[in-house]
């Protein structure tokens, strides 16, 4: 019995279709398909018979996606460029798959684009660990900045904050505020009332003051232990008054018992505003500084109140009063 030897193309034409790559070919000069394997059937949806021309590729690509991978094939191609483009097809039951198309550029004798050849790889599960591994690294991110147990900003993401807002002063002219408030008689609601109570106690309030801070570019932070930081980009001294006395009402309205203060029956802050129009050569930390010194002075004339000040260039805080 004679054998026959199944030609090279039949060959080569097996190997392309056992692959779960896709193999596919379009001629450059019709834009129609001169071959695309019968995998992308069980991949897309789509038959085989309907990938007619380089429309139908671009028509079954993600709407966001497609003038950038369109554009960008087209003009590697022109310029006889191997490429490659990831980009979302569409399904036949509506779904999309991200796809990922290596591109060769085959010329004939004289050098010009002759056809396109390629692999069409299903990257999607590629896709989702790359998705997935972004969102943890933003809440990775996002936990380095956020203190873990009020949920408001860190120390660390007040730094960053009141750096950015001091240079933006000191370009603009515009006046920044900084409010430092601390619970009253924190130590002894712990002790009364236990650590556990006194956690649940600082998530309130944490989330209290930043309901009573309405702007974009207010921020607040947890300073440390029971005291908290408010930065107030463009706001004069008697704006950011105003801003601690919404503090403190909030807190009166949270009605939290503190059975062990000297002030009141209710839990209570009092607060250091210190206000200035930063210059060349101040330095935010000395900023920092006067304003918790203002915290003290509201804590040594009774707690319960603010302590509002202006800073002068090259001076300390100039007190206006308690309230």
Known sequence: MQYDAPSDSAVYKTLLESTQAIPWKIDWKTMTFAYIGPQIEALLGWSQSSWISANDWAERMHPEDRERVVGFCVSQSREGTDHEADYRALTATGDYVWIRDVVHVVRDANGEVESLVGFMFDISERK????????????????????????????????????????????????????????????????HYGHVQGDDCLRSVGKALAGALHRPRDFIARFGGEEFVLVLPETDSEAAAQ????????????????????????????????????????????????VDRLLYQAKQDGRNRLAVAQWARGEDLRLDGTR
Not at 161 to 184: F, K
């Open 128 to 191: 989702r660990a790359e998705e997935q591994l972004i969102m943890l690294q933003r809440q990775l991110e996002e936990y380095s900045y956020k203190d873990g147990l009020t949920g408001v900003a860190n120390r660390r993401m007040f730094d960053s904050v009141l750096d950015t807002e001091w240079g933006s002063a000191q370009r603009s002219g515009q006046p920044l505020s900084l409010v430092l408030l601390d619970i009253d008689y924190f130590k002894q609601y712990n002790d």
């Open 243 to 290: 801003v601690a006395e919404r503090c403190r009402h909030v807190i009166r309205e949270q009605r939290i018992a503190h059975e062990q203060s000297r002030v009141a029956p209710l839990l209570t802050i009092s607060l250091g505003v210190g206000t200035a129009v930063p210059h060349a050569g101040d330095r935010p930390l000395d900023f920092v500084a006067a």
